[in-house]
């Protein structure tokens, strides 16, 4: 069993940054593909990131590539989303994933977390 706990939500002016994480209980961790997803009202969930067990491959949905950046601690069993250059349309609710397997599939995520909420104003 893994437990997910994002942090680092809020309300930001487009243009700003904020940085998410995501905390996970659980012996194995780092053997898990990570992923952050965001729904916005209205929308159905969609992709933004994932990133494999040993931090060295990452994915990233377009329109976020050159403005986000995924990246993990397994010693602190925490996987961060930095948001650069925010906009708008960033506004959802991101929510952290973790599943095993291969990191170039999107593949099914077993384990969710809450969510935070992330609003940018324009």
């Known amino acids: 069993q893994v437990q997910l706990v994002e942090s680092g939500g809020g309300l930001v002016q487009a243009g700003g940054s904020l940085r998410l994480s995501c905390a996970a209980s659980g012996r194995t961790f780092s053997s898990y593909v990570m992923g952050w997803f965001r729904q916005a009202p209205g929308k159905e969930r969609e992709f933004v990131a994932r990133i494999s067990w040993s931090g060295d491959t990452t994915y990233y949905t377009d329109s976020v590539k050159g403005r986000f950046t995924i990246s993990r601690d397994n010693a602190k069993k925490t996987v961060y989303l930095q948001m650069n250059s925010l906009k708008p349309e960033d506004t959802a609710v991101y929510s952290c994933?973790?599943?095993?397997?291969?990191?170039?599939?999107?593949?099914?995520?077993?384990?969710w977390g809450q969510g935070t909420q992330v609003t940018v104003s324009s």
């Open positions: 994933a973790a599943r095993r397997g291969n990191i170039q599939i999107h593949g099914t995520y077993d384990y």
